[in-house]
């Protein structure tokens, strides 16, 4: 069945480690996205990628970096966690001709002690 | 991308017929509306899409008139599992550039 999977779901991690959430979809999609949303709060923009190796950053600054290798594939990575850091992080995905569908993960789930 | 303005929050007695507006001034001629709905803790699910005048689905219906200065979300009857955070978000069909959600109308459906 097409979907889109994130891991870890939820994660609890100590400030300064290093920590890559994992995104893939299984649509066959070009476009994939990765969204910071707080409790009750916007959904911004931190990253998007057009396709296999175009990686573009958001609206909202992020001291996070991605990669897209694989097109299924579209990991989040922080070198160095912080408390900051602590919130829900939303992958996407859409396809070339309807970019305004995304489909969304289950989210993780982050916190940094 | 347009900028659009919604109502931060709405209430609504279940079975009630819920209208939310979205503004979106300096839409562009190929720019298309879009709604999303967004339950607590879970990410935004699309409801609905459209160009001009009247769309449905088995969801909701959304209107927009010919100026498409403004779009209209209509959610039938609600029930309490309508409760959620309403996106409208304008941008083109297809191409490059990414949506913005905004915050979003908070709709909450009373018994």
């Known amino acids: 069945e097409a979907d889109i999977y994130q891991t870890p779901r939820y994660l609890v991690i100590g400030t300064g480690k290093k920590i890559t959430l994992e995104c893939s979809q299984t649509m066959g999609h070009d476009k994939m996205y990765w969204y910071q949303q707080d409790p009750g709060m916007e959904l911004h923009l931190i990253h998007y990628s057009y396709g296999v190796n175009s990686t573009e950053k958001g609206d909202l600054s992020s001291e996070s970096t991605v990669s897209r290798i694989r097109t299924e594939h579209f990991p989040l990575t922080l070198e160095s966690a912080r408390p900051s850091h602590t919130s829900q992080y939303l992958c996407?995905?859409?396809?070339?001709?309807?970019?305004?569908?995304?489909?969304f993960g289950p989210g993780t789930r982050l916190t940094v002690l | 991308l347009a900028k659009t303005t919604q109502p931060i929050s709405m209430d609504s007695y279940e079975g009630q017929e819920v209208n939310i507006t979205c503004s979106h001034n300096?839409?562009?001629?190929?720019?298309?509306i879009t709604w999303y709905q967004q339950f607590p803790s879970q990410g935004p699910r699309f409801i609905i899409q459209?160009?001009?005048t009247k769309v449905t689905n088995e969801v909701a219906s959304l209107f927009i008139p010919a100026d498409r200065k403004s779009s209209t979300l209509s959610l039938p009857r609600v029930s309490l599992s309508d409760t959620a955070v309403y996106y409208c978000?304008?941008?083109?069909?297809?191409?490059?550039?990414?949506?913005?959600f905004g915050k979003g109308t908070r709709l909450s459906v009373i018994a």
């Open positions: 300096n839409i562009a001629t190929n720019d298309y």
């Open positions: 996407a995905s859409s396809g070339s001709n309807r970019v305004h569908e995304q489909f």
């Open positions: 978000l304008v941008g083109a069909f297809s191409g490059n550039t990414p949506l913005v």
């Open positions: 459209g160009y001009k």
